[in-house]
């Protein structure tokens, strides 16, 4: 995989991210507008690292870093995919509407996903070699940890310390 197809695939990854946390904000928009607020936050952000993403593609893209100089782990596309497969399949339920699903359920589903964001991207700054990457994903890394934090301080209002 070249160094631009990672971008892509984080491009989408962000904002597949930022898709889920919007149909979830609209679900329980009605039923509790803190936790709805929460989320629709959260998926601005994830637009911003979208956004952040698309700036280092473009850098990326106009430096014209030949593929066989990208220095990208294979493994890293398997993590994505499959990050994004979940993150679709999450998508699905919502919008086929999941009525059994709490708030509080549903905003642990959203710190799941935040959480395996933040270790795979931490595994993925590890293997990637080209310093403009490396310190995306380490930017990408504090945001979610910085959403797991917003995530878990919610729960622990609504039901009380969460295990970490």
């Not at 971008?7 to 507008?33: F, I, K, P, V, W």
């Amino acid at each position: 995989m070249n160094l631009l197809s990672l971008l892509d695939r984080l491009q989408s990854l962000e904002h597949e991210a930022g898709c889920l946390y919007r149909t979830m904000a609209a679900r329980l928009r009605e039923s509790n507008a803190a936790a709805a607020e929460l989320l629709a936050r959260l998926a601005e952000e994830e637009k911003g690292h979208e956004q952040k993403v698309r700036l280092v593609r473009e850098i990326v893209a106009d430096a014209g870093q030949p593929p066989s100089q990208a220095g990208i782990d294979s493994g890293i596309t398997e993590r994505m995919d499959s990050q994004l497969g979940y993150i679709r399949e999450k998508q699905s339920l919502f919008a086929l509407g999941m009525p059994d699903l709490t708030v509080s359920q549903t905003i642990a589903m959203a710190l799941d996903i935040e959480v395996q964001l933040q270790e795979r991207h931490a595994l993925e700054a590890v293997h990637v070699h080209d310093v403009r990457i490396r310190q995306l994903m380490q930017s990408l890394v504090e945001a979610d940890g910085a959403h797991s934090d917003l995530l878990r301080e919610w729960l622990d209002k609504e039901t009380g310390p969460l295990p970490l």
